[in-house]
């Protein structure tokens, strides 16, 4: 069964039983949503639906992009008065279809062809706000009071055919999934979904204005789309679950004409991240290293972010010198830009130096020190100069970051064992394996803590309550197979 296949029967199963769990009587459409399905249900169906996802769906866990994508999405949310009071965590799949969606509990996906379809920040800021809006007006939890047009397996299995329509490879799969589901009503959710769309859009402009970007950015790249789509006859699968209009066109750019015009500089770190989301994606072989240098050596790889980009390549094609070369010329042009530095660090872990990197890596945590990139990076450098107790340390003064990037845990537990807190170990790697959706995985690693000599006098209750909780959601599993 192919990777799409699966997340679709997963996640369909996964949200059902979820939500079934949650509340024995769903919402009624026209009453305040919260008063049959709360918002602690809704971020327990989240949580549980994301599990699946990290199991089994491509997230790119490159700490520096992860850190760029979470902190556009906060400064989004720190602008909507209404999200103030959720919870909201933003990843990144590596998908090159054009889409972006959000689940419950304020979960939201973009896929990185999406990003590489912006052609500025705003742009892309704009989209993350329509899908911070989605979660704040909870039209996931407004299509789930829609009972009587759909059943609920269904639903779910249309929300989870959204990860898998558009792509290349699959697309007739992912189309077939939306159109296949048992008793589904599309126009139904079309009809909603156009509603939703417009109350999104116009919660988002605002939110694009107060968070500093252009409110026409929305509009542009909506038209860009459509313009694309008609031309070249390009799939953007955007446009699917988003359904577009000339009458929501217009409408967006009536409601951007209510903000004053303002010229945004150009971020050179929404560049960056864009070069290396396109250097990490594309495929290292002979004839793209090849293609990477031709336009190298031809003066089409002129602006800082490009050859940033090129030495990113570089670094995964193992050709080192040059990618160093590059890199320092882009340090001594601007020597405070931490991405050269984070680069320049990753090459020495690749080139087995790390000692040559951890000072200046600890000088920019100084300055910075809430900058995930440059903890785990540090973490990194430690273990590989055979610092573990340093890594651990570090880790755990950073643990809250594990909450947006969970594959933290899997570090921390390499340091505790490396460092010989076995117990602490088995615990943070039952929290990683949990995270990521092996439940199994995860009760087995928590059992193994048990039996491991720890000097925590809180440990063994912490571990029996995860235990505990497991065994309930597994029980639950089998009840519907």
């Known amino acids: 069964m192919s990777f799409r296949k699966l997340v679709v029967s997963l996640l369909s199963s996964v949200l059902f039983v979820a939500i079934a769990n949650a509340s024995s009587e769903l919402p009624n459409i026209g009453s305040s949503s919260s008063r049959s399905f709360s918002l602690i249900e809704e971020q327990a169906v989240g949580d549980d639906y994301m599990r699946q996802i990290r199991a089994f769906a491509p997230i790119v866990n490159d700490a520096e992009i992860n850190d760029y994508i979470q902190h556009l999405g906060f400064k989004l949310v720190e602008n909507t008065r209404s999200a103030l009071d959720r919870r909201f965590s933003f990843f990144l799949l590596a998908d ?19 990003l590489l379809e912006t052609e500025n920040e705003s742009e892309l800021a704009s989209v993350v706000s329509h899908e911070i809006a989605h979660v704040t007006q909870r039209h996931l939890a407004r299509r789930i009071e829609m009972q009587n047009q759909m059943s609920i397996p269904t639903l779910a299995a249309f929300l989870a055919a959204i990860l898998i329509a558009g792509n290349s490879d699959n697309s007739d799969a992912g189309m077939a999934a939306m159109a296949g589901a048992s ?51 390009q799939s953007f699968e955007f446009l699917s679950t988003h359904p577009l209009s000339r009458t929501r066109i217009t409408d967006a750019r009536l409601r951007a004409a209510n903000y004053p015009k303002r010229k945004i500089d ?12 396109k250097a990490l994606t ?17 003066g089409k790889i002129t602006s800082a972010a490009e050859r940033y980009g090129y030495a990113i390549f570089l ?33 020495d872990l690749e080139r087995k130096t790390p000692k040559n990197s951890i000072n200046k890596i600890k000088q920019l945590l100084m300055y910075s020190p809430t900058n995930q990139a440059l903890v785990e990076l540090l973490a ?25 990037a969970p594959y933290l845990l899997n570090l921390l537990a390499e340091s505790q064992e490396k460092s010989g807190h076995f117990s602490e170990a088995y615990e943070t790697a039952g929290n990683y394996l949990l995270a990521m959706g092996d439940l199994n995985g995860a009760k087995a690693q928590f059992e193994q803590a048990l039996y491991s000599n720890t000097a925590d006098p809180y440990s063994r209750s912490r571990i029996n309550a995860q235990i505990i909780n497991i065994k309930e959601v597994l029980h639950q599993r089998s009840l519907r197979r």
Not at 96 to 112: E, M, V
Request: hydrophobic share 40%; proline share 1%; glycine share 6%.
């Open 96 to 114: 090159k279809s054009i889409n972006a969606f959000a689940l419950p509990g304020g979960y939201i996906g973009i896929h990185t062809g999406l």
């Open 183 to 233: 008793g589904l009503a599309q126009q139904a959710i079309i009809n909603h979904t156009r509603s939703n769309e417009s109350e999104a859009d116009r919660i988002g402009i605002a939110t694009l204005y107060k968070s500093g970007f252009d409110p026409y950015s929305a509009v542009t790249f909506f038209e860009k789309m459509q313009q694309n789509q008609r031309y070249y006859g």
């Open 266 to 277: 150009d971020n050179l770190t929404y560049q960056l991240m864009k070069e290396k989301v």
């Open 282 to 298: 594309v495929k290292v072989t002979a004839k793209s290293v090849d293609d990477y240098n031709q336009l190298f050596k031809s």
């Open 315 to 347: 670094i995964r094609a193992e050709e080192f010198k040059k990618a160093e070369a590059i890199l320092k010329k882009l340090q001594a042009a601007d020597h405070n830009r931490s991405s050269y530095a984070i680069a320049l660090a990753e090459l």
């Open 380 to 404: 990194q450098l430690y273990l590989k100069n055979n610092q573990a107790d340093l890594a651990r340390e570090l880790l755990l003064s950073n643990i809250h970051m594990t909450q947006h």
